[in-house]
Each structure stands twice: as structure tokens, then as C-alpha cells.
């Protein structure tokens, strides 16, 4: 079963950053939509961000606009998720996704698009 790998999570101050990086053992991620999510205590699911297979769009929750910037690296195969002025309530396990279909050339934060998921890595907030 395919499954992608989170790392880059942990503990972090208020105000500060985190770069979360997601690798794809096995599969190639370029030109399919990717996204990360995320899931706090209590809470659903929630859409963070997205990229297009193409590289060209991108879409991110109102949450964390200006301050969260997803990526991906094709030749290394790799997905990211650049996190600034980071918040409590931005306290969560985070996972990334990859939409295993052609991309229409624009991506969505609906998980139900996503069909491969990562195991979660946990981003603290918190002084």
C-alpha cells in the first residue's frame, strides 16, 4: 500500500517556523495535485493547502494565507510545507496528500480529492 512519509513536525515558540517535507517512497508525485492538511484535537480535518499537478496553481485556507507556502521539488520528489509566524491554534497533526489522478491543472483542499495520505507528524505551538 502506498503511503508517503511526513517529517520536519515538532515543537515551536509562537511566532516562529517550521518547514514540514513529505517524500513519496515509491511513487511519483510530479503532475498530480498535492496538499497538506491538518487535524487539531477535537476537530476535523481541515485543508491547509494545495498545489496543482502542473506547479502553476496553488490554493490555501483563509487560516493561513501569507503566513503558510506549500512547494514541491520534482526531481527530488519531495512536497513542503513552509510554515511562518506560526500560532497555537495552528497546533495540529499535519499530513500530506497526493491526488492519484491527472490534474485538471487546478487543486482543491477537499480531502475527499485525495486518495494516497501520509501517516501524520505532529506541530506543536506553544511557549
Known amino acids: 500500500q502506498l503511503q508517503l512519509v511526513e517529517s520536519g513536525g515538532g515543537l515551536v515558540q509562537p511566532g516562529g517556523s517550521l518547514r514540514l517535507s513529505c517524500a513519496a517512497p515509491?511513487?511519483?508525485?510530479?503532475?498530480?495535485?498535492i496538499a497538506w492538511f491538518r487535524q487539531a484535537p477535537g476537530k476535523e480535518r481541515e485543508g491547509v493547502s494545495c498545489?496543482?499537478?502542473?506547479?502553476?496553481?496553488?490554493a490555501a485556507a483563509d487560516s493561513v494565507k501569507g503566513r503558510f507556502f506549500i512547494s514541491r521539488d520534482t526531481a527530488k520528489n519531495m512536497m513542503y510545507l513552509q510554515m511562518r509566524g506560526l500560532k497555537p491554534e495552528d497546533t495540529a497533526v499535519y499530513y500530506c496528500a497526493v491526488d492519484w489522478e491527472p490534474s485538471s491543472g487546478f487543486c482543491t483542499v477537499d480531502a475527499g480529492h485525495y486518495n494516497i495520505w501520509g501517516q501524520g507528524i505532529q506541530v506543536t505551538v506553544s511557549s
Open positions: 498545489i496543482s499537478g502542473t506547479g502553476v496553481f496553488r
Open positions: 515509491g511513487l511519483t508525485m510530479d503532475a498530480y495535485d
